[in-house]
Structure formats: structure tokens, C-alpha cells
């Protein structure tokens, strides 16, 4: 049977963008099972083997000219390093702890092994930052260079999970680290007079956050450890715009959001003044930030207590609260004046979202 | 560090080969340590998360044009059930029950919607018969269509592991159902002249045999039942004689193996009887056959009893014995000549071995 109508068969994924096609194929996706804990529709999917060790499954998939530019304008180095960054990310927005990766590689017959060997080196250095073991794989001739990481790890044995279906009315809303400045480093690659009149710095630091992203594992560990029961949580891979609205939908929540404490970083406010462009936007729809975005009853001081305990230094920012209202997200400056916004988030089927 | 010389870095893929790749990226694959059993080199990869539940691992990409042909020649349903099947059939290599799949999906933007749902339907419909969940997966963007699939699954508590490296000099060489109607269905599905003059019961079992392989799960897992200890098995994704070559390496053995008891099925004879070719040479060189290729002392009486007792009705055939001269494979026919073979194995990145 299928799960739509005749219409919707004779469209494209130029039409429908791969939300409404995960909507379509929820027929054939498995439901939450006994060992089944979470299915699709989270950052990674969960898995309980007889109660003993939560395992966490995900998977990321990347195309030439698509994620990445194509050859020969790639640092393969860092595209490894990224690509195993952007799982990672997943499973600490599961607050669980990445052990294992499966690396799936398409390549052209004509690629330098150099190239693919620097790929490696570069997988295999943020791999081992963190601990994690590549044991195994599938290398297929592609026209193109196509990379699929799959990543696996577990739930600490007494943590909890991090889960987008878990916002609660009232809960503050947090954000990790700065937001933006992915975008600004994306744009000054693909266009670099746009980075002339930076310092080398903040040119070093727009371009490292985009090429070189940190996965927020230590944090999202300790959140796991720290709250009392799972909680919301989502990793920014596509906007903080995007994501607010995926946590919503699935929390079944709405989100106050006050603009101005959403945080930016001093370089990327450096590329917005001299852009003449509004760093807030970047903030809210600039994507592969791999910052975690979560939320808790717990107020922003004793957070910060319980986080320094921990040992965790990357400063986390309260941006707002959560509301009864489903899918309701309202945004205010310092002022209290309610702004609109349209969506402007990156679809890689139909460029912005409209 | 480099892991290899300079002249080889000037070197593409189409020089080295997949395999020569693996090697090169020996040093940035992780080696077995306290929860991972098996790493990279077997049909999949074995965890044991605190020696709870043995977790294994696979994945296997596909390509448009390289595994399946360019569009719109493709049966997306059919190809969503082999995609997967090929998955099950190297968790069945390892003796374990599959039991969830990541699927990461590339798709054109003018790729229609309802090709990309038949796929999920056929990856459903194979996934469901073995009682296996799709859990996770992403979906982008590419030029061609591309699909890799992982699969996770687990070793039953008091099963055994089949590994490759586990043949034993002395053991009896058995493979189940019968090769070479694979490559047969291919060469049809390339040129449907070559299928004229066959029954078209001939005709479907050849083109069936390609396009939808039954992956040996029930067998896989009643060996991992019967055997007293982990033991040697591949499954036969490239083709009987670059399996029996992988065996004896992981193995350090070699093997003797009678090409005359090599099953091969009627509609192959018939097929090869109408092109004039040797049906040994496709038993010999066809891939994508996802039969078992296993080794152990038990006899072909006690074997064929054992299996009767588990419910299996999957014939499996004795060819031949593990030898210690490692890596020395020997053919014989039923009276005792000595036959050579060159390789003739399909090569994704350069067609045919040389």
C-alpha cells in the first residue's frame, strides 16, 4: 500500500526535500521495540541488548560538491577529520559516549591514494582525540567522492539520555559554545575576498569552526551525568532556527527565545560588521555548528557548578525558556519586543528553505 | 608517518585496488583490544560491550552504475532487497543474527519520489522477512544514486563465531546452495540476447539469483549452533576462488578443493551448455553469490544430521579439505588432475583481476 497519493509519486526530492520523504517512509521504518529504545527520528538511534549496555547507532553521509567542494579543492585531511566530527556530534546530542566508527568510501578510480590516505589520517586523528576505533568499512569505485561514517557507542552505564522528545514546559533553554561563525567560515572559502580586512585570527577562527568543527562529546557526557532524568537535547547540524523547530515538534513545545543572549563569537561579529551583514542572522541559520542545544529545570548557576565539577570548560549560555505552547517559537530582544523571522536555513535539495 | 614509500603516492585507485587500499590504511584501523573481538578484515566487525551481549557490525555501499545500472534500468525494489540482503548475508558470515539497519541515502534532486519509496519498500520487505529493523539513516543530495548499508546484529549467547581466520589444516571445505547462476543472471541482465533459447523457469531462477540472493541467515546461525567452537566461514561476495584466496590468507592454510564437486545449479548447465562456455568458470569467478563458504572436522554425514535437526534444508556440499601449506590452493578434478586458474574475479576498480 502506499502511504501517499498518486499525486505526491510523480514529484522529486527537488520537491519534497528529505523531511516530507522521511514523513513518507515512516511505513517502513521499525517502531520502538523492547530492544528498540529510540528509532529514527532522533540524533542516533538507540538499542538495548537484554539491559545491558545502551548502544547508540548513527550515521552521516557526505558528497563531493555537495558537502564539501570538489577535487582538487580539498584539504582531505580535514574533510577526515570532519566527517567523524559530525557523528560524534550526533552521539553526544545523546549524551552517550562514541567508541567504534564503519567508514563507507566511494572513490573515483582516478583519486590520488594520497588523497585518500590523508582522508584516513584525518579520520583517524579525531578518532583517537576521542577514543574511538574505525573497524571496518567498504571502499566502492564512485564517480565521485562519497563518505558514509557510521558511529556506535553506549549510555554510560548510570547517565542519562539526551533526547530532542524531551523538553518540558518551563525548562530553560541552553546553548554550548558561540553560533555563526560555521557560516561566515563557509562563505569566506567560497569566496575569500570576503575574508580581506579580518585579522588572522578571527580569518583562522571563522575557517576552523567550519573546516574543523569540535563535537561537544565531553559536555554532552556530562549533562548525561549530571541531570537527574533524560532530557531534551539536539546538536546544531543544520541551523539553531532548524533545530529549535525539530525540538519542538518532537517535545510537542514551544520555545521563547531572547535574541540578543544568543551567543556569537568575537570574530564572527568582526565578519558581520564588516559585511555590513546582521551577525544574529548567521546565528540563527548558519549550520554544521556541532553545538549542543538542551534544555533542564536546572537555573544557570548551579549549572555552572555542576558543570565545572565535571571539568567542563566551553561555556554554556542560557538563550531562553520552554512553553506549553506546541511549536510555538516566539522571539524577543533584551527589550521584550517580539521579532519574526522566515526560515533561511541551507536545504541541500532546494538551497534556502523557502 | 607515511605507511609507504613515495612512488606510491603518486599512485590512483585504478593502480592499487581496494585491496592494496586496505593495507595502506592498516595503520589508522583499530586493532582488537578489550571489547572489540573481531576488527577490520572479516565479514563484519565483533564487539562485547562488557562481555554482555557480542555485538558485530557491517556495511557495504552501493553505486549507481558501478553495483546496479544507471537509471531508469534500475528495479528499485529489487535493489532496496539486495542492498540489504548482501548486509544480512555477512552478519550471517559471522554466525550472528542481524537484527537493525542504518541506511544513508544519496539521491538526486530530479530522482522521483516514487523510485525512492519502491527501494524503501524492498529494503522493508527483505528487513522484515528476517525480523530486522531500519532504525536510522541520512538522506542527501548527490549526482548518482548511492546507498550504504550498516547493519548491526549480535552472536546468540552460547552461539559460535564464524570467522575467516579460524580454518583449521585437516577440516572438510563445505559451501551451501550452489555458484555461478549469479554471474549467468547478470550477463542476461546486460545483454537479454544471451537469455534466448533458456526455459523461462531457467531464466527467472538466473535472473532471480542477481537480482534478489537470498542471504544464508537460518544456516549462518544453526552452525553457530552446532559447532563446539568459533570456526571458519566467508560468505561469497566476490566470487568462490578470491574467497577460498581471502580464507587462506586470514588462515594462514591452504586448500585442495575437487572442482568437480563445486555445486552448480541445472539452470547454470543449461545457460552454459547454450553459450558454450565452462559452467565451472562461473562457479569459479561469479561474485555476488552470498552463499557460505565454511570449514570444519565434522564430516558431510554428521553435518547434513545436525543441520536436519535445526530445520535447515539449505543443501551444503563438501569441495574439498584445508591443507597446512599456507596459502597454496590446489584444484583437482574427480580423477586426481591438477588444474590451474588465473583470477578472473571482477574488479570494481579495474575490471577482471589480472
Known amino acids: 500500500m502506499s502511504p501517499m497519493c498518486d499525486s505526491q509519486t510523480q514529484q522529486t526530492f527537488s520537491d ?24 529514527v527520528g532522533d540524533d542516533a538511534a538507540v538499542i538495548s541488548w537484554e539491559s545491558a549496555r545502551v548502544t547508540v547507532l548513527t550515521v552521516d553521509a557526505l558528497v563531493e560538491g555537495n558537502h564539501f567542494p570538489h577535487r582538487p579543492r580539498v584539504d582531505w585531511f580535514r574533510l577526515g577529520r570532519k566527517s567523524i566530527a559530525a557523528n560524534l556530534s550526533d552521539v553526544a546530542a545523546m549524551a552517550c559516549l562514541p567508541r567504534y566508527v564503519l567508514v563507507s568510501l566511494g572513490v573515483p578510480a582516478d583519486l590520488m591514494v594520497s588523497e585518500a590516505l590523508d582522508l584516513y589520517r ?10 574511538v576505533g574505525i573497524i571496518g568499512g567498504d571502499t566502492v569505485r564512485s564517480p565521485l567522492v562519497m563518505i558514509s561514517v557510521t558511529v556506535v557507542g553506549y549510555k554510560k552505564d548510570s547517565g542519562k539520555l539526551g533526547r530532542r522528545s524531551l523538553c518540558r514546559p518551563n525548562e530553560f533553554v541552553y546553548l554550548s559554545g558561540h553560533v555563526g561563525a560555521s557560516r561566515a567560515g563557509l562563505e569566506i572559502l567560497l569566496d575569500p575576498k570576503k575574508g580581506a580586512g579580518l585579522s588572522q585570527g578571527a580569518l583562522h577562527s571563522l575557517l576552523g569552526k567550519h573546516l574543523d568543527p569540535v563535537p561537544r562529546v565531553e559536555l554532552g557526557l556530562a549533562l548525561g551525568s549530571i ?33 540578543d543572549a544568543i551567543p556569537r563569537s568575537q570574530e564572527l561579529l568582526e565578519y558581520a560588521k564588516l559585511a555590513n551583514e ?18 533542564t529545570s536546572l537555573a544557570p548557576n548551579d549549572l555552572e557548578v555542576a558543570l565545572e565539577r565535571e571539568g567542563i570548560s566551553v561555556p554554556v549560555t542560557a538563550i531562553g525558556r520552554v512553553t506549553p505552547e506546541a511549536g510555538k517559537i516566539e522571539w524577543r530582544d533584551s527589550e521584550g519586543r517580539v521579532l519574526n523571522f522566515s526560515d533561511r536555513t541551507y536545504n541541500h535539495f532546494r538551497g534556502p528553505h523557502e
Open 122 to 131: 584525518g579520520m583517524h586523528s579525531i578518532a583517537s582525540q576521542y577514543g
Open 227 to 259: 541531570l537527574p532524568n533524560d532530557f531534551g537535547m539536539i546538536d546544531i547540524s543544520d541551523s539553531l532556527f532548524n533545530e529549535l523547530s525539530l525540538m519542538a515538534s518532537a517535545s510537542r513545545v514551544g520555545f521563547q527565545i531572547c535574541v
Open 278 to 295: 546582521s551577525a544574529l542572522d548567521y546565528a540563527l541559520f548558519s549550520g554544521e555548528e556541532y553545538e549542543l542545544l538542551f534544555t
Open 16 to 39: 519534497i526535500g528529505e523531511k516530507r520523504f522521511l514523513q513518507l517512509i515512516q511505513a517502513y521504518l521499525a517502531r520502538e521495540d523492547a530492544e528498540l529504545i529510540v528509532g
